[in-house]
Structure formats: structure tokens, C-alpha cells
């Protein structure tokens, strides 16, 4: 019976451990930078280096989180650390947690979502204390599969912006580039 007890701990542990996800469980490796010669830099995003081999390496501009072997690694790891999720599951319960959530549907090739970023930088700082902000990736070609939560919120299209109060109640959305952040900081204030 006891060895039941720990094994059955133990799956328990792996299971509720493996919904977080470890940033730095995706860093490849340190960049030895005088070991690689470096291809082409994209400002404030990443830089592509070779090896002796003609491997690649990935360097993250935007974090600093490391190097990677793969670009979609770097990807995946930008995407945790923006705080992009896909998971219904994990969604729904933070929009569950007791505070108002700002739930944003993007799109890392859509242009008004870029714009949208900036304008509500703002928000974002003001009301991080009090408010869940969470980015769904849209075209997600770098994490989980999206459908089910797209379908269950009903994102059709980029940007989107949905506010749900305290309890969890849908109290706003807006479709297209809307990023008004007065008229969004308004809507949050009053959800509070």
C-alpha cells in the first residue's frame, strides 16, 4: 500500500508539473560567440549564427533567454515568456482566478496586432497588478493545437479583444483594430 501511495504521488507531481511550462527548459545552450560566425541579425528579435558544422543557432534578442538549434524553439520560448498560452483548460481557469482578464486574440503576421501592441502598452503596465492580461496565438505555429479554444471563445479573426469581469463573465469585445486603451482602462476600471 505505501509503495502505491508513492507511486500514484508521483504521477500526481509529473502530471500537474507538466501544464507549466520551464522557459529554460528550452535553451539550447551559452553562444560562444568567437566558436561562431555570425549570418544576419533581426533587431531586437534574434540572431542566426554558424558553427564550424553548419549548424544553426538561434540567439534570442528579445529576452536574452540563450541560444537554440531550431528556430521554432526560439519561438516557442519567445511565446511563453510574451505570455501567449493555448490551452483552454489553463485559459479558463485564469479567467476563473477572481480578477478581471484581458484576453487578446493575435497573430504574429497580423500588422494591426503589432500596432495594437503598442497602443496598449500602457494598459498593460497600469493594470498588471490587478488584471490577468493573456495573448492567444491565432495562426499558433509554434505551440499547441488552438482550435478548441478558438472555438470555444469565438476568435474568427486578428485582433480581437475580449474583457471579462471578476467572475468570469464576458463583459466586452471587439473585433479588428480597436486598441482605444482610455476607453479599454475604462471598461477594466470598471470591472474591478
Known amino acids: 500500500m ?24 528550452y ?53 511563453r ?19 478581471p482578464t484581458f484576453l487578446e486574440g493575435w497573430s504574429e503576421t497580423c500588422v494591426y496586432c503589432k500596432m495594437g501592441e503598442v497602443a496598449l502598452k500602457d494598459l498593460k503596465e497600469e493594470h498588471s497588478e490587478d488584471v490577468n492580461f493573456l495573448i492567444i496565438d491565432v495562426s499558433n505555429r509554434y505551440l499547441e493545437d488552438v482550435t478548441e479554444t478558438l472555438k470555444f471563445y469565438g476568435i474568427v479573426s486578428t485582433p480581437t479583444y475580449l474583457i471579462f469581469d471578476k467572475k468570469g463573465n464576458e463583459v466586452h469585445r471587439s ?6 486603451g482610455e476607453k479599454l482602462s475604462n471598461i477594466l476600471f470598471e470591472n474591478y
Open 27 to 79: 535553451i539550447y545552450k551559452n553562444l560562444d560567440k568567437e566558436k561562431n560566425e555570425l549570418v544576419r541579425t533581426f533587431k531586437n528579435d534574434y540572431s542566426l549564427w554558424k558553427n564550424n558544422n553548419d549548424s544553426e543557432l538561434y540567439e534570442d534578442l528579445k529576452f536574452n533567454l540563450g541560444a537554440f538549434e531550431s528556430f521554432e524553439l526560439l519561438r516557442q520560448a519567445q511565446y
Open 81 to 99: 515568456k510574451m505570455g501567449i498560452i493555448t490551452d483552454l483548460t489553463q485559459i479558463q481557469n485564469i479567467i476563473d482566478s477572481g480578477k
Open 175 to 180: 473585433v479588428g483594430y480597436a486598441a482605444q
Open 2 to 25: 505505501k509503495y502505491i501511495f508513492i507511486i500514484f504521488s508521483i504521477l500526481l507531481i509529473s502530471c500537474t508539473s507538466s501544464s507549466k511550462v520551464d522557459e529554460s527548459s
